[in-house]
């Protein structure tokens, strides 16, 4: 059985920093695109970030280069380390795994999901 969990969410104030990790156990990461994504109240879920099983990076346009995502394929973890937050960060943010190499902010693409960890960020 595939399970994403995720954790280091919590509230931080504006230009703070937070760092989310995300386990994986059942399959080996190594072998699949993972990403992270997130949905706000009211809004719909969108994509924060992806790496490919090569190491290759996306993030969404809205990121500009305040986060890094990186991945322990020892540990089987992934992680997101957020700097410089802003209010507008606030949200849920979910793992996704997806049976694919390359990276993708995509969420239908994706198969697998975590829980969510919350991130609130306020001014």
């Known amino acids: 059985q595939v399970r994403l969990a995720e954790s280091g969410g919590g509230s931080v104030q504006a230009g703070g920093s937070l760092s989310l990790s995300c386990t994986v156990s059942?399959?080996?990461?190594?072998?699949?695109?993972m990403g992270w994504f997130r949905q706000a109240p009211g809004k719909q879920r969108e994509g924060v970030a992806s790496?490919?099983?090569?190491?290759?990076?996306r993030y969404g346009d809205f990121v500009k280069g305040r986060f890094t995502i990186s991945q322990d394929n020892v540990k089987n973890t992934m992680y997101l380390q957020m700097n410089d937050l802003k209010p507008e960060d606030t949200a849920m943010y979910y793992c996704?795994?997806?049976?694919?190499?390359?990276?993708?902010?995509?969420?239908?693409?994706?198969?697998?999901w975590g829980q969510g960890t919350q991130v609130t960020v306020s001014s």
């Open positions: 790496i490919s099983t090569d190491g290759d990076t």
């Open positions: 059942g399959v080996d990461s190594s072998a699949y695109a």
């Open positions: 996704a795994a997806r049976a694919d190499p390359f990276w993708s902010l995509r969420d239908i693409l994706y198969k697998y």
